[in-house]
């Protein structure tokens, strides 16, 4: 047997992944992609994660289905209980938030996010900025990054706007270690930084020197590919394979949940396109 | 006491939507309620432009229309917002973007654990709080005010931020009573800090009831003294939601978008002029947008999950 899945699908189950059960993991807001691999995560592997939704601060909450912005009261129906925005934060402060998703327009290769601006010495292009990430990057035990524009349009290298960054023009969220070398255990911080970035075109873990590392193509992606559109060398693991495809199961959660199709915001036209076979022994197999 | 009065004992604080507005002064530090697409002030912040405000500093945390609006209306001098956009829905903010890039509005960004502890710090009657997080990242480039120290305690490295108490705290909440006295239902965002770090704070309600309703209702979470005055507004939060009255008007915010994108000529024209300076006043506006019907297509959200997501399907562009 045979079932079709979307590359959408296939990277809300990649994020899905990165989330243990028994801890708390917190999705914020404008990130259609991880809130569904939250609530994958929740009804599969996970069942004992405390979920706390981005902008309402409900608690495992059950939306009927995902709308197009992160406070509506649609998204904390079911609730068992909420936060507010001084306890939220507080836990993450005191150690006990287990996993933050973070996104930027730069990522650079130690996990340094930027969504504060563009340029080095005069503010080219203002960003929304990072709601409460610059705090959580330094609080949250672990840190799953993720974009959806790793892929570069072909322009000749020195044109290229990579989205992957030797160095971010702007520091919101913080990686493994400053510009000038600084890392997080020097900081003191509390949690252990970026721990997966999750891409269009792969997955990267971080060595142990807290650099980028690529795990896993898709399908359908190339090392070259990465390497082509990604603004410093890429380290390769050693064991690098090809990213599980979403269970049957994975994806009739996605297209219950996400009725709308919100979540193809967050992709670019040519992701939308992309799609995958999931022989069903695999998929249960990978699951 | 950083209330100019305190505490706030008048028994009848009612005023209309204009006078309400005048409390926010040139230059004065906005920290204004709600968040993202919800229960944001909206009525309130197009009579503050209305009224001609410039040089706001504008605090807090997950922001979009409002700033965007008073960005485009000229009234900002300064953000130290934590987040100003549209989310995925729409993307960046127009109007923001170009007034920071401009240079019209000066870049603070401050994030929302930064301005939690401010403002507990204003609330507390200390002059800063500690947070062990921000080191490593750019954030406090733009805010040259923080402070390392070391504690004395444990000798670690901490970054010290001051007090944030601003100069006016602007809330909408579905309900109030002639005291002053708010409830707000559902996600409160930074909204309960405000109301006790800020010098004056002023609130539009979709609806006054006496005291006994709002207790029946599940009582206030902002207590009626730190309040100086209430306006009753319906729909005051429109286009942005505000539960269980009506849902987000996405609609109306996708046409406020495509004007503010198309540059500032064609924001001023298509937008400003009918939807703020050319309102008389709230009802005229709220004729604009669509009177009874919209209200009535925005409140169909409660009939069932099925009606709730029409609205989003119906009124996605």
Redesign the interface.
Known sequence: MMADCSFGEVMINALARTVEDSTLVFHG????LVQLALHVAKRTHAPHMVLVAG????VNPRP??L????????L?RGAEC?L???EL?DL??SGRMGRMFLSGLQIDRWG?ANV??LGNEN?????????????????AQHVTLWTTAHRCDPAPRDRRRYRLVKRCD?????GHR?ADG?T?AE????GQGPEWLITDLGIFDFNADGHLRLRQVYPDTTVEEVAESSGFDVVVADDLSVAALPSPEVIGIIRGLD??G?HL??LRPHDRERRFTVRLAEAVEAS | MMQASFPLTADDKRIDLDALAAYVKNGDCLAVGGGLSSRVPMAAVRAILRRGVRGLKVVGSAHGIDIDLLCGGGAIAVSAESYVGFEQDFGMAPNYRRACETGDVKVEDSCCYTVVQQLRAAISGLPFMPIRSVRGSDVGRLNPDYRLMTCPFTGEELTLVPALAPDVALLHAQYGDTHGNLRIEGPPVTDLLFARASRTVVATVEKLVSTEELKELGGANVPYFYVTAIAEVALGAHPTACYPLYAYDRAHTALYYEAAKAGPDAFRRDYLTPFVFDCADHADYLDRIGGAATLTQLASWSESPATWQRLYMDRVS
């Open positions: 807001y404008g990130s259609p902008a309402t601060y409900g009927p289905f709308t197009p912005t992160s406070n509506d009261w649609v904390d909420a507010d925005i001084g934060f993450g402060a340094n504060t601006m503010l080219q292009l203002k960003l929304p900025g990072g709601g409460g990430g610059c705090n959580l990057s330094c609080d702007f520091v919101t969220s913080f400053t600084r997080r900081l003191g911080h509390r009725p709308i919100v915001k967050e």
